[in-house]
């Protein structure tokens, strides 16, 4: 996927327009961390930095690795609160027992499970934890149906890749053979407030809409289709969209 990713243009909308989720999990997520503030934290697939800056409430030195060298320039360009370095999954470029926390916000999806788990657990200390949390598409309002049907033309007109990654849940993470035990893990749904632009803005960062560019589809084509359809869905105002995800908690 960081081929897909690995651009100014991404790593810019990244930084500007995903909705403000990650400060909102890592507060549901706070319950299942205690004691805190943790000492250190490595955010893994940071993209533009967004959910390391997230950390930056719960752990005294945060670092953002992330594959995409657009998206680790535009994080430590934007975030100087954090360290934001090149890195995978399967090859943390960390010291061992050297982190406090884990986090992974979808990069797993994409990552060798096989690989990765031995590496956190390099690098854990001795009390460590993993947090691993995703959401899915805003694509619903809670009281109506109607950006449920724009998101399925969305989807029909640009669908995702092949490559979308495999499926994770708090039950695939607690059947793996981690060498961690799950400690914790429950559902969510949160409920932002955005206004049509920003909701444009939102689905041309969509894993989808990278794909169709990178296929020879015209960025500022599907741009238009968004801009002629989106404002009537939302009647013109802002509107509550709504995201539903999971965290899982998995401790040495």
């Known amino acids: 996927m960081d081929n897909l990713f690995n651009s100014p243009d991404m790593a810019a909308g990244y930084a500007r327009a995903r909705p403000a989720l990650h400060p909102r999990i890592i507060g549901l997520a706070g319950k299942y961390l205690q004691p805190l503030p943790v000492e250190n934290a490595l955010d893994v697939g940071c993209g533009a930095g967004l959910s ?3 950390l930056e409430s719960i752990a005294l030195h945060c670092h953002g690795i ?15 609160g954090s360290i934001f370095s090149p890195g995978t999954a399967e090859k943390l470029p960390v010291p061992s027992h050297s982190i406090d926390l884990i986090t992974a916000a979808g990069s797993l999806n994409y990552a ?31 009281n109506s149906p109607a950006l449920d049907g724009w998101f399925s033309e969305f989807l029909k007109r640009y669908p995702m890749p092949p490559d979308s990654g495999r499926e994770i849940s708090p039950e695939t993470l607690a059947s ?4 961690l035990q799950p400690t914790g893990h429950e559902l969510f749904e949160i409920g932002l407030m955005l206004d049509p632009a920003f909701y444009i803005n939102y689905v041309m960062t969509e894993t989808n809409i990278a794909h ?4 020879g589809k015209s960025g500022e084509s599907i741009r238009a289709w968004c801009d002629l359809t989106i404002p009537a869905v939302f009647e013109n105002r802002s509107r509550e969209v709504l995201f539903s ?8």
């Open 52 to 54: 390391t800056r997230a």
């Open 66 to 80: 992330d594959p995409s060298e657009s998206m680790i320039q535009c994080a430590t360009d934007l975030w100087p």
């Open 112 to 142: 060798d499970l096989n690989q990765f788990f031995p590496e956190a657990l390099r690098v854990l200390s001795p009390h460590g934890r993993l947090l691993v949390y995703d959401f899915g598409q805003g694509r619903s309002f809670r």
């Open 176 to 179: 793996h053979r981690s060498g």
């Open 212 to 215: 169709a560019i990178s296929t």
């Open 245 to 252: 995800g999971y965290i899982s908690i998995l401790s040495r």
